[in-house]
T-cell receptor, first 114, second 114 residues
Framework: EADIYQTPRYLVIGTGKKITLECSQT?????MYWYQQDPGMELHLIHY???????EKGDLSSESTVSRIRTEHFPLTLESARPSHTSQYLC?????????????FGPGTRLTVL | KNQVEQSPQSLIILEGKNCTLQ??????????LRWYKQDTGRGPVSLTI?????NTKSNGRYTATLDADTKQSSLHITASQLSDSASYIC?????????????FGRGTQLTVWP
């Protein structure tokens, strides 16, 4: 079991609310990622980070933002949630020092915006 | 266009039976291929990883094969158990960029019936 945690696991909110999805890992990994996954569809990378103060946008355009102030923490924020943001959000981390760079995933946050 | 295609989309088998899941990819340059297991409502967990020079790898009742020439991989599950019910995702890494980009398939949804 990977030591990567996400909170909350489930969230139902109204349109226009600001939310922050938390992700933390205790493995000391430099690389962290946020993915969005809809039912029956592939994971889409929305943000990634190579280390503290490093953040980049992924392949899928997202209105969310991220920050990386500490190695172990990589929160994702939606300033104004909309129904189109309803999805599962998965956080992952990997060790940049390994050749295989296997990503370890958190349990995910299921977000529903009404 | 780099893609990962998985088949079948879904599969139902009886407990104790064997099954094989397929993955075809067009990702280039190829670095490695992973199979992940994703239980409902959870994050994916790595089962196997294979590099270009490896053509088979086992993890308990799971055996993955790779044919880098035809760009095909398979995941064979032996003596299936109810706990094998999950989505199995094929993920290919290209290492063509500094990100070491991952390409995800949509997964095969396996259901094991008693």
């Amino acid at each position: 079991e990977a030591d990567i945690y996400q909170t909350p696991r489930y969230l139902v909110i109204g349109t226009g609310k600001k939310i922050t999805l938390e992700c933390s890992q205790t493995m000391g990994h430099d690389k962290m990622y946020w993915y969005q996954q809809d039912p029956g569809m592939e994971l889409h990378l929305i943000h990634y980070s190579y280390g503290v103060n490093s953040t980049e946008k992924g392949d899928l355009s997202s209105e969310s933002t991220v920050s990386r102030i500490r190695t172990e923490h990589f929160p994702l924020t939606l300033e104004s949630a909309r129904p189109s943001h309803t999805s599962q959000y998965l956080c992952a981390s990997s060790d940049a020092g390994t050749s295989t760079d296997t990503q370890y995933f958190g349990p995910g946050t299921r977000l529903t915006v009404l | 266009k780099n893609q990962v295609e998985q088949s079948p989309q879904s599969l139902i088998i009886l407990e104790g039976k064997n099954c094989t899941l397929q993955c075809n990819y067009t990702v280039s340059p190829f670095s490695n291929l992973r199979w992940y297991k994703q239980d409902t409502g959870r994050g994916p967990v790595s089962l196997t990883i294979m590099t270009f020079s490896e053509n088979t790898k086992s993890n308990g009742r799971y055996t993955a094969t790779l044919d880098a020439d035809t760009k095909q991989s398979s995941l064979h599950i032996t003596a299936s158990q109810l706990s094998d019910s999950a989505s199995y995702i094929c993920v290919v890494s290209d290492r063509g960029s500094t990100l070491g980009r991952l390409y995800f398939g949509r997964g095969t949804q396996l259901t094991v019936w008693p």
